[in-house]
């Protein structure tokens, strides 16, 4: 599974940003998948994962109600949004997705497989 993050940017507080995340090879869509971020010298963290169904989301308590999961799929690859409301500066981070193929907690240490950062940075 190869994976690319794209939509990140330079924001204001306040606006709001929708990350994608593309999924390719032929088991994509059987794998649940996150988003993670680090922030400048912080660990890196959970923000939100979604189960291969789609029927489950889940969120880091500090973005509930803000930012929104989700997954769909196009003729050729499967695609991870994550849309992001009301940004915060300390949400400013890079923003990972990630792939895991067996479940269990979502830790990074958990999954199989990680796409390139892109960068949010929330600034007035």
């Known amino acids: 599974v190869q994976l690319q993050a794209s939509g990140g940017g330079l924001v204001q507080p306040g606006d709001s940003l929708r990350l994608s995340c593309a999924a390719s090879?032929?088991?994509?869509?059987?794998?649940?998948m996150a988003w993670f971020r680090q922030g400048p010298g912080k660990e890196r963290e959970f923000v939100a994962g979604?189960?291969?169904?789609?029927?489950?989301?889940?969120?880091l308590d500090s973005v509930k109600g803000r930012f929104t999961i989700s997954r769909g799929n196009n003729k050729t690859m499967m695609l991870v949004y994550l849309q992001m409301g009301d940004l915060k500066p300390e949400d400013t981070a890079v923003y990972y997705c990630a792939a895991d193929r067996y479940g269990g907690p979502w830790s990074q240490n958990v999954m199989d497989y990680w796409g390139k950062g892109t960068q949010v940075t929330v600034s007035s």
């Open positions: 090879g032929r088991t994509a869509s059987t794998y649940r």
């Open positions: 979604i189960t291969s169904s789609g029927g489950s989301t889940y969120n």
